[in-house]
């Protein structure tokens, strides 16, 4: 698991026991057997405090995963640039052959349906993919490590030729 998998799991985690204990607290004061009248003034701070804990939770978890969304890296100037155009049933990848060890930016676009792009390994080890819709450029960059043949497939149904629309990308 990644970086970004783990953080996530680690904050929805903690979000899950939170919300387990603040049911448990809404339950506990609700309980019927001990009934008091209700002091208006007290409820409304009390009102308040909640309303600052849930709001420092989400800008606690916000802070805590918006450095690992990969969204706006470029390759760099050492970087390998990737076009990839998707159409109904294969993609247009240049250039098709990259090095090890340095970042690819991927560019990619479609004029005719949405399209997801999944780039695999030979045991179809699922590295990354990215949707891609009409009218918009979608980019990703990732590096490749090995050097060899990777699987390229459209992971978003797309018509009757869905299951033909795939390619490679060669690491060398």
């Given at each position: 698991?990644?970086?970004?998998?783990?953080?996530?799991?680690?904050?929805?985690?903690?979000?899950?026991?939170?919300?387990?204990?603040?049911?448990?607290?809404?339950?506990q004061s609700?309980?019927?057997?001990?009934?008091?009248?209700?002091?208006?003034?007290?409820?409304?701070?009390?009102?308040?405090?909640?309303?600052?804990?849930v709001?420092?939770?989400?800008?606690?978890?916000?802070?805590?995963?918006?450095?690992?969304?990969?969204?706006?890296?470029?390759?760099g100037p050492d970087?390998?640039?990737?076009?990839?155009?998707?159409r109904q049933f294969?993609?247009?990848i240049?250039?098709?052959?990259?090095?090890?060890?340095?970042?690819?930016?991927?560019?990619?676009t479609t004029?005719?349906?949405?399209h997801a792009?999944?780039?695999?390994?030979q045991d179809?080890?699922?590295?990354?993919?990215?949707?891609?819709?009409?009218?918009?450029?979608q980019?990703?960059?990732?590096t490749?490590?090995?050097?060899?043949?990777?699987?390229?497939a459209?992971f978003?149904?797309?018509?009757?030729?869905?299951?033909?629309?795939?390619s490679?990308?060669?690491?060398?």
């Open positions: 698991m990644g970086t970004t998998a783990i953080a996530i799991a680690v904050t929805y985690s903690i979000a899950v026991v939170a919300a387990f204990w603040i049911a448990a607290g809404v339950w609700t309980r019927g057997h001990n009934r008091k009248e209700l002091d208006a003034e007290k409820a409304a701070h009390q009102e308040k405090g909640w309303l600052a804990i709001i420092a939770f989400l800008v606690t978890t916000l802070l805590g995963t918006i450095l690992l969304v990969p969204y706006g890296e470029s390759a970087g390998q640039v990737v076009d990839v155009v998707a294969g993609f247009s240049s250039p098709s052959t990259v090095e090890p060890g340095r970042k690819v930016e991927f560019r990619m004029e005719d349906a949405s792009f999944g780039v695999m390994t179809n080890r699922l590295l990354f993919q990215a949707q891609i819709v009409p009218e918009h450029q980019r990703v960059v990732y490749f490590d090995e050097p060899g043949m990777y699987k390229v459209c978003e149904y797309c018509g009757v030729g869905h299951h033909i629309m795939a490679q990308i060669e690491v060398k």
